[in-house]
């Protein structure tokens, strides 16, 4: 008999994560190395709080948005494991802190397809393909 355990421990989030889009989740950026998970995807879970979901290209004005509001997304913190940002890096973004900077109107460009599904519960996919960089 197979316990909980053993089939928790064969699931990978990124064989069944899904994007915003209803598709398998895309890898935002290896370099540098994004998500809560440090995997390169925007994958979430219930230990990530603050919902990296959004996979964002990083301009000067989100940057200085960001920093104005108390998160410098520039300063490297190595030991977090973070480079700091600059503009046309990639990165999965906090979706609460997207819709912020939607609704100040310097919402970063984003990639739709490397967007975990969970960005829905904070905004409608009609305002993400306004600003996506990868429609088709």
């Given at each position: 008999?197979?316990?909980?355990?053993?089939?928790?421990?064969?699931?990978?989030?990124?064989?069944?994560?899904?994007?915003?889009?209803?598709?398998?989740?895309?890898?935002?950026?290896?370099?540098?190395?994004?998500?809560?998970?440090?995997?390169?995807?925007?994958?979430?879970?219930?230990?990530?709080?603050?919902?990296?979901a959004v996979?964002?290209?990083?301009?000067?004005?989100?940057?200085?948005?960001?920093?104005?509001?108390?998160?410098?997304?520039?300063?490297?913190?190595?030991?977090?494991?973070?480079?700091?940002?600059?503009p046309g890096?990639?990165?999965?973004?906090?979706?609460?802190?997207?819709?912020?900077?939607?609704?100040?109107?310097?919402?970063?460009?984003?990639?739709?397809?490397?967007?975990?599904?969970?960005?829905?519960?904070?905004?409608?996919?009609?305002?993400?393909?306004?600003?996506?960089?990868?429609?088709?």
């Amino acid at each position: 008999m197979t316990s909980r355990a053993n089939i928790m421990r064969r699931f990978d989030p990124k064989e069944y994560a899904r994007n915003v889009l209803g598709e398998p989740l895309q890898a935002c950026s290896e370099k540098p190395l994004t998500g809560f998970y440090r995997d390169g995807c925007c994958n979430t879970g219930p230990d990530d709080l603050g919902v990296h979901a959004v996979c964002m290209q990083a301009t000067p004005e989100f940057l200085e948005f960001s920093r104005a509001r108390g998160n410098d997304l520039t300063t490297p913190v190595p030991e977090f494991g973070f480079p700091g940002l600059k503009p046309g890096d990639r990165w999965c973004l906090c979706a609460a802190r997207w819709k912020e900077a939607l609704d100040a109107g310097v919402a970063p460009p984003l990639v739709l397809t490397a967007s975990h599904e969970a960005t829905l519960e904070y905004m409608t996919l009609a305002e993400l393909k306004k600003h996506a960089i990868d429609l088709s």
